[in-house]
């Protein structure tokens, strides 16, 4: 099981995100309940929670100040630290998913297009749907290019909820 330094559940408008650092200082995860979000990259900080309980630290109270911050309207970034792990590629799409502005949308195809790959659409797909930071790398932003909303770990309802929360409406 992987090791935490912290670990915390935080009470959202979405429901509970959990969230946690492996690396000190550095936020290496955000994800849905467990009941939502049954990917792989959520697993480890489930059973963690489940195991160990809650440690928090001033990371996670940074996170809970921010995302209530996020969640009222008053703030549009976030700062907090981040040491999300994956491979380069992976990588490669979260730090491209932060270019992707508030309140904004965009195809896999045209992010896959800014990062040099013409055909990239469903790497750029898969590499999403391992994102180990929901919100904070911003995954709820792409769209299939016909702007339908496709896949989220946290369910199609709190994207569209995070979409139109970002619109303003």
């Known amino acids: 099981m992987q090791s935490f330094v912290e670990l915390g559940i935080i009470a959202t408008p979405l429901g509970a995100l ?30 963690a929670v489940a195991a160990h ?42 730090q491209a998913l932060m270019n992707i502005g508030f309140g904004q949308t965009l195809a896999y195809s045209a992010l896959a297009n800014r990062l040099g790959l013409l055909s990239g659409a469903r790497a750029v797909g898969a590499a999403n749907g391992r994102n180990p930071l929901s919100i ?11 702007g339908a909303l496709t896949g989220y770990a946290g369910g199609l309802a709190a994207k569209r909820w995070l979409l139109d929360h970002e619109a303003g409406g």
Request: proline share 7%.
């Open 53 to 94: 309980g809650e440690r928090w630290g001033p990371v996670l109270e940074q996170l809970e100040a921010e995302l209530e911050q996020y969640f009222d309207g008053c703030a549009r970034c976030f700062g907090i630290a981040v040491a999300p792990q994956g491979t380069v590629f992976q990588r490669r799409v979260w």
């Open 18 to 47: 959990t969230a946690a650092a492996a690396t000190p200082g550095a936020l290496t995860h955000l994800v849905f309940d467990a009941s939502i979000d049954q990917r792989p990259v959520a697993r480890p900080v489930h059973q």
């Open 136 to 146: 904070i790398v911003p995954c709820h932003r792409l769209v299939a290019a016909s």
